[in-house]
C-alpha cells in the first residue's frame, strides 16, 4: 500500500510538474523579439503556440478588440513586449470631506485631486516604457474610470509604446482614435471618469489578468482584427518562429492569387525574407522544429 501511494504521488508529480511542459528556450535580446514578430499575425501566432502545445492558451476574451481599424495601412496592429500596471477600486472616502458644491471649497477639491494623482493613481510604469512595449492595463472593476485618456496615452507613444491592452477604463475615445493610438480594449468597459475618488495604483511590473490571460512583463503580445494574443516568454522564439514560417507560406499562396486574379498588390502579400535566412541573421536556428 506504502509503495502503492509513492508511485501515484510520483505519477501525479509527472502530470502536473510545470518543468514538462515548459519547453523553457534561451532568452533573446527585446530587439530580437521585435524584429522576429514583427508584421505578425494573430492567427499564426495561435497556430504557433498550438505546435508547442499550448491549446487555446494566450488567447484574449475577444471582447478585448481593436478600438478601430485600418484596413488600408493596418495601423491598427502591433506587436510588442509587456509592460504591466494594475489598478483597482479605491476603499477610501470617495470625496474630500467637503461640500464640493460651495465655491469656496475649490481649492479643497483642487489640493485632493492633486494628491490623489500624485500619491494614490500614479504612472510609474512609465519609466519601463521603451521603443517596442505595449502597455497591458490591468483595470477590471476600478468604478467606471478613465485611466486612459488622449494626452497621457500620447506620452507613451512618445516614449516608444506602440500600443495599449486594457480591460477597459479609456476615455477621450474620439480623441485618441484621431491621433489613431492603437488600442485593445472592451469597449462597454470604457470609463467615463477621472481617477480621483475612483481608483488607486496596485502594483507596476507584475503579473496581470486581462481579457482571461495571465501576462508577464516581457511577454510577447500580438493584437489585430482577429484580438490578442500574448506569447509567454519562455516559448516566444520558437513560436515566433513558426507563425512567420506559416506568415511567409501564407502569403505566397494569397500572391498568387493576387496575380491570377488581377487584384492590386498591397502589404499584406509583401515578399518576406526567406525564413531560414531571416532566422540565421537573427542568430536563431534556421529550423526551429529540429533539435
Known sequence: ???????????????????????????????VLLELYDGARVADVVDGLATLGYMGVGV????????????KDMSHRFSGIAVTVRYGPTNRPWNPGADLT?????????????????????????QYIKPGTVVVMDNKDDNDT????????MEWKEKGAVGLVTAGGIRDIDEIILQRNPVYSDYYKRGRGERIGRNELIDVQQPVIVGGVLVHPGDIL?????????????VAVRVGQIAYQELVDDIAGRRQLYEQLGLEIDDTVRERERPEDFFRRLGLPADPNKP
Open 146 to 153: 478613465g485611466s486612459t485618456g488622449s494626452k497621457n496615452i
Open 102 to 126: 460651495k465655491p469656496e471649497n475649490y481649492e479643497i477639491y483642487r489640493q485632493w485631486r492633486g494628491m490623489w494623482y500624485s500619491q494614490l493613481s500614479t504612472e510609474p510604469f512609465q
Open 1 to 31: 500500500m506504502k509503495n502503492f501511494m509513492i508511485y501515484s504521488l510520483c505519477a501525479v508529480f509527472l502530470l502536473v510538474s510545470p518543468g514538462l511542459f515548459a519547453q523553457d528556450e534561451p532568452d533573446v535580446s527585446d530587439d
Open 60 to 71: 484574449m476574451d475577444p471582447r478585448i478588440s481593436p478600438l478601430w481599424r485600418d484596413v
Open 222 to 234: 500580438v493584437a489585430d482584427s482577429d484580438g490578442v494574443v500574448v506569447v509567454p516568454r519562455r
